[in-house]
């Protein structure tokens, strides 16, 4: 019996040993994400996509958590709670970035105004993105496992003038989300920009406090802003900010290559997606805005252009403002085919 028992525990050490040690290859990985916008949102959606085709693929070895809504962090506090491991993903937007490197806040630049999609994927895609990546990277101490998400298209909606052309701004009183460059710029075209926060924007339009907002399609439709007031919306397309992908450090470096391959090719694979989905979005909040009466003005190439070129008497100022170096702009307009 003891010699039998002696055995059966000798054969249960050595199980045991061999279960610790095929635990230990296929130790499983916690990875949060946080996010600050709704469930509904895009950009919750498509990462929620992207979390579940990861967890699936690496067969739970990577155990996939969003949390959406704020839950955990507002987004700008993401990138500190990435760097000191009470996070390990986060999917910050480019204007929440520019306090670590001024050059996040290029999406604002009088350069960017009107560009389509296409034209900033490129750019953001390329060299001059990925050297922005890499500069945030370093800065933060995280990884950004790839290309941007995209945030839909910046807009003006008005309550009681219809813009048609950036003369019609004259005189116009526009709320606007904050930024030193979003405010310049309506100042240049002759509006009055008043700084509000959003909960106090319903109210603000109904009393006449101001009649426009900088804002988003989605965000109005969201909101159902012609309940508010809302008429008319200019297409403008003001900015296109990015979304971020970063991930910690120490997850990172804590992955195995297979599993950090996983992670990174199903990121790649969601985002042109991801993109497609915003702008297909926009359309249908075009067509949501029109149903609830509000007329929207989709100005022509040659507006956006002159446009662009009175803003554009600002953007040294502007420059100066955002603390973006100079010869960083003189990168972004060369690689848009412009001159500075």
Do not use: C
């Amino acid at each position: 019996m003891k010699t039998t028992n002696g055995g059966g525990f000798a054969v249960l050490a050595l199980l045991g040993g061999l279960l610790s040690a095929s635990t230990a290859i296929a130790q499983d990985h916690t990875m949060r994400i946080s996010l600050d916008t709704g469930a509904n949102s895009s950009r919750v959606i498509w990462v929620q996509k992207f979390a579940d085709a990861v967890e699936s693929r690496s067969n739970g070895r990577i155990d996939t958590q969003v949390f959406h809504s704020g839950q955990l962090f507002r987004d700008v506090d993401v990138p500190k709670a990435i760097r000191q491991g009470n996070v390990q993903m986060g999917v910050p937007g480019s204007w929440q970035l520019g306090g670590f490197d001024p050059r996040m806040n290029m999406f604002q630049l009088p350069v960017m105004y009107g560009r389509s999609a296409d034209v900033v994927h490129e750019l953001v895609d390329g060299p001059l993105g990925q050297n922005l990546a890499k500069s945030i990277g370093e800065r933060l101490g995280v990884e950004v496992i790839g290309n941007w998400l995209d945030l839909d298209a910046g807009s003006v909606f008005t309550t009681t003038k219809k813009i048609e052309t950036h003369g019609d701004f004259s005189g116009l009183t526009i709320r606007f989300p904050g930024g030193a460059a979003i405010e310049e710029k309506l100042k240049v075209l002759g509006a009055v920009p008043v700084r509000v926060p959003f909960p106090d924007v319903p109210m603000g339009l109904q009393r006449g406090n101001f009649q426009g907002l900088v804002s988003t399609a989605n965000t109005v439709v969201s909101a159902k802003l012609w309940e508010s007031g809302i008429k008319y919306g200019y297409l403008e397309a003001n900015s296109r900010d990015q979304f971020i992908p970063m991930v910690s450090k120490d997850f990172w470096s804590g992955l195995p290559d297979d599993l950090k391959q996983i992670v990174t090719e199903e990121w790649s694979k969601m985002i042109p997606l991801a993109r497609e989905d915003v702008l297909l979005q926009a359309g249908k909040d075009a067509e949501t805005l029109k149903q609830n009466g509000v007329e929207l003005v989709e100005p022509s190439e040659s507006e956006i252009a002159a446009t662009r070129e009175i803003l554009m008497q600002k953007q040294e100022e502007i420059t100066k403002t955002l603390g973006i170096e100079a010869d960083f702009v003189k990168s972004v307009s060369a690689a848009l085919g412009e001159s500075q």
